[in-house]
C-alpha cells in the first residue's frame, strides 16, 4: 500500500489519499486506527473482563523479557501466532484466579511493603540510593505510572504471597527422602564392549557415483543461503553527546537549573505500629497502644507484641529511611511533620490506624560544582544529547520517508555519513547492526529487497535508531558438486560405518543372549571387565553410565547395545544392583534432597491447587478475537 502511494500518488490523487487516511486519523486517533478497538473483551473470569488492551500488553512484556533473555538470539518470529496468545492469555486467566483467591482469604499487602520493595530495587537507584527521578523516568521508558506499576507490583506480591503459603504447606517425609538417597547412591555392577567406528571406516567401500546421486537427490541441502549488504544511516544519542562542546559557564548553569541531581533529598527513617481496619475497635486499640507510649512504654516492644504489619513487626516496626512521594500521603504527612524520636497521633490510611516514630533525619547532601564537575558534564552531555536526538530523530524519519530512494538527503541535511555493512543472511551478521532482529527483517522485506527503499527508522536501542536501504543482494544459489563432493562421500562413508558397527554389536548382543562368554565375544582390547560404578563416576563414560542405570535389572544378567556420540558401538552387560544406604549420606547431600523433593512437592501442590481454581471458575476465551490482536 505504502509503496503504491509513493509511486502513484501524484497531485489531487495524493491529496484525496491523504484526505481519506485523515478522517479516521482525526475522529478516532492514529493508535486506534493501527492496534484497532482495545476495549475488545479477549476472555472472562468470572465475569472479569482481560481486553486486548492486557493481552497486548502483556506480549510486550514476554517480548521484551525473550529479548533480554535471549540477547542475539531472539528471533520476534518465535513469539508470535495465536498459539503463543492463547499461551499468555492462559497465564494472565491464572494471575486473575490467583489474585481472587488471595482476596477472598484476606491476604493484603501493606504500603510499607510496597515502599520497601521499590526502594530495594537496584533499577531505581542512583549511588546505592533509592531516587525518585530515577524512578519515574525507568516506568515511564516501560510505558507506566508510579501508580500503575505499584497496584501491579501489589497484585505480584499478594500472589507471591499465596504461592509461598502453598509451598510452605508441601513437606518431604524422611522416608521419601531415605528412598531417593538410597537409588541416588545406588551402585551396578556392568562389564562393557567398545566396537571403535574406525575399524568398520577402513572397510567400507562406496558405489561409483553414490556422492553424486545423493547430491542430485538432496539438492536443496546443497544451497548458499541468500545473502544481503546495507547502507545505513545512524542516529545515536551517545556519538551525539561525544560531540557536544562544553564549557564551564554551561555548566554552572545547567548544575544551578538541576541542582537536585546532584544534592540529595531529605529523607527520613521512621518506625510504626499498625492496627488494621478503620472501626472502632480499630481506634480504641491504637489509642490504647498510644497511651502506653506517653507512659513510658519501649515502642520497638510494643511494636513487636501488637503491630499487624508482618513486614517490620518483627524489626520493631523499623521502616528504614524513605523520601517524599513514596509512602501513603497522610503517614507521608505525619512523618514529616516530627522531629526525632517524636511519635504522632494515630494516624488512618487505607490499612488501618498507625502510630508513628521519627528515627533519624537524614539532611539534604551532595557536592559542590567543582566536586561534582565530572558528574554534571556526564548529565549535561546526556541530556542535552537526548534533545538533540529526539530533533533530529523526526528528521531521520520524514526525510528518508519523503526521499525514500536514497539516503544522501538525511545525511546531508543531519551531517550523518552512510555506512555500508558485510554482506550476511537471515541468521544475521557478527555486528550490531546486522545482528539486529529487527534490521534482518527490515533488509529482507519486501519494500527493501525488491522495491530499493528505505526503510523506517528501527530502533537499535532506546536512542540509537538506523534506517537502512539495500547496497547488494546475492539470491539462494547452488553449491557445486565439486564443492561438496568430498563432504558428501565422508558422510556417506560414516553412515556405512556406523550401520556395519550396529549390526556387528546387534549381533554379539545375540551371542552373549545365547550363552557365549562376554569376554570371549570381543578381541582382546574392546572389553571391560565388570565393576560396581555409582551414578556419578569418572572412571567411565557418561553415555554407559546412563545407558547401565536406566536397563532394567532381572536376576539374571541383562544385556543390551547403543550406538555411542562417536559412532562407537557399545554392549553393555548388567549383573548386579547394589542399593545405597542412606546412612552413608552426607548431610549436605540429605539437606539438598530435601529440599529439591520439597520443590517438587510444592510444585504438584501448586499445580494441583491452580487446576481446582480453574475447575470452579467460569472462564471463557474469545479465540477469534485473540487471534486478531495486533502483533
Avoid: C
Avoid at 380 to 399: G, P, V
Avoid at 584 to 602: I, W
Wanted: proline content about 2%; cysteine-free; overall charge negative.
Amino acid at each position: 500500500m505504502l509503496h503504491f502511494i509513493r509511486e502513484k500518488a501524484q497531485g489531487w490523487v495524493a491529496w484525496f489519499i491523504v484526505g481519506l487516511i485523515s478522517i479516521p486519523f482525526a475522529l478516532w486517533g492514529l493508535d486506534s486506527y493501527l492496534t484497532g478497538e482495545t476495549s475488545v473483551t479477549v476472555a472472562t473470569v468470572n465475569g472479569e473482563e482481560i481486553t486486548q488492551a492486557d493481552l497486548q500488553q502483556s506480549i510486550q512484556q514476554y517480548r521484551d523479557q525473550m529479548r533480554n533473555t535471549m540477547g542475539d538470539e531472539f528471533d520476534p518470529q518465535m513469539f508470535q501466532g495465536t498459539a503463543v496468545r492463547l499461551a499468555i492469555i492462559d497465564d494472565l486467566i491464572e494471575q486473575r484466579l490467583l489474585l481472587d483467591a488471595s482476596q477472598q482469604l484476606g491476604q493484603r499487602v501493606p504500603d510499607s511493603q510496597i515502599a520497601q520493595f521499590v526502594r530495594n530495587t537496584e533499577a531505581f537507584q542512583v549511588d546505592g540510593q533509592f531516587n525518585l527521578e530515577q524512578y519515574q523516568m525507568v516506568l515511564g521508558r516501560a510505558g507506566y505510572t508510579p501508580s500503575m506499576y505499584e497496584a501491579q507490583l501489589r497484585q505480584d506480591l499478594l500472589s507471591q504471597q499465596l504461592v509461598q503459603v502453598i509451598e510452605r504447606s508441601a513437606l518431604a517425609s524422611n522416608h521419601e527422602v531415605q528412598r531417593l538417597l538410597r537409588l541416588e547412591n545406588q551402585q551396578r555392577e556392568i562389564a562393557f564392549g567398545v566396537l571403535p567406528l574406525s575399524q568398520y571406516l577402513e572397510s567400507v567401500s562406496l558405489d561409483e557415483g553414490a556422492a553424486r546421486e545423493y547430491y542430485e537427490a538432496n539438492q536443496a541441502a546443497y544451497t548458499a543461503p541468500e545473502q544481503v549488504s546495507i547502507n545505513y544511516l545512524r542516529l545515536s544519542a551517545a556519538t551525539l553527546a561525544d560531540e557536544i562542546n562544553v564549557d564551564d559557564g554551561e555548566l554552572k548553569s545547567f548544575y544551578a537549573d538541576n541542582r537536585d541531581q546532584f544534592v540529595g533529598p531529605e529523607q527520613r527513617r521512621a518506625s510504626h505500629i499498625l492496627i488494621e481496619g478503620d472501626d472502632e475497635q480499630a481506634k480504641a486499640k491504637i489509642e490504647e497502644i498510644a497511651q502506653k507510649l506517653k507512659e513510658g512504654a519501649d515502642f520497638a516492644e510494643l511494636a513487636k507484641a501488637n503491630s499487624q504489619d508482618p513486614g517490620s513487626s518483627e524489626q520493631g516496626g523499623d521502616l528504614g529511611y524513605f523520601q517524599r512521594d513514596v509512602m501513603d500521603a497522610d503517614f507521608e504527612a505525619a512523618a514529616f511533620a516530627l522531629e526525632v524520636g517524636e511519635v504522632s497521633e494515630p494516624v488512618k490510611t487505607e490499612f488501618g490506624y498507625h502510630l508513628i516514630k521519627v528515627t533519624d533525619i537524614s539532611a539534604p547532601a551532595g557536592e559542590d560544582f567543582d566536586a561534582a564537575r565530572e558528574k554534571i558534564e556526564q548529565q549535561y552531555r546526556l541530556q542535552t544529547s537526548r534533545k538533540q536526538f529526539y530533533d533530529m530523530a523526526d528528521q531521520l524519519a520524514n526525510l528518508t520517508y519523503e526521499n525514500p530512494e536514497s539516503l544522501d538527503i538525511a545525511a546531508e541535511a543531519l551531517g550523518l555519513t552512510i555506512e555500508t555493512t558485510q554482506l550476511f543472511t537471515r541468521n544475521g551478521g557478527s555486528d550490531d547492526v546486522t545482528s539486529s532482529a529487527e534490521v534482518i527483517e527490515a533488509a529482507f522485506s519486501d519494500d527493501v529487497l525488491n522495491h530499493d527503499l528505505n526503510s523506517q527508522a528501527l530502533e537499535l536501542g532506546e536512542t540509537d535508531l538506523i534506517v537502512i536501504r539495500k547496497e547488494k543482494y546475492i539470491p539462494e544459489t547452488p553449491l557445486s558438486f565439486d564443492s561438496v563432493g568430498p563432504a558428501i562421500e565422508e558422510q556417506l562413508r560414516y553412515e556405512a560405518a556406523v550401520d556395519m558397527a550396529v549390526e556387528a554389536g546387534e549381533a554379539k548382543v545375540a551371542e552373549i543372549e545365547n550363552g557365549s562368554a562376554a569376554d570371549s565375544v570381543f578381541d582382546a582390547g574392546q572389553w571391560q571387565a565388570a565393576k560396581f560404578y555409582g551414578r556419578d563416576s569418572e572412571e567411565v563414560s557418561y553415555q554407559v553410565l546412563a545407558h547401565a542405570f536406566a536397563m532394567p535389572y532381572t536376576e539374571s544378567q541383562s544385556v543390551s547395545g547403543f550406538t555411542a556420540e562417536n559412532g562407537n558401538y557399545i554392549v553393555v552387560v548388567l549383573i548386579d544392583v547394589r542399593d545405597g544406604s542412606d546412612a552413608d549420606a552426607t548431610e549436605e547431600q540429605r539437606q539438598g534432597m530435601t529440599m529439591n523433593l520439597a520443590r517438587l512437592n510444592a510444585n504438584s501442590e501448586f499445580e494441583s491447587f491452580v487446576a481446582s481454581l480453574r475447575e470452579a471458575a467460569d472462564i471463557e476465551i474469545f479465540e477469534d478475537r485473540v487471534a486478531s490482536v495486533a502483533q
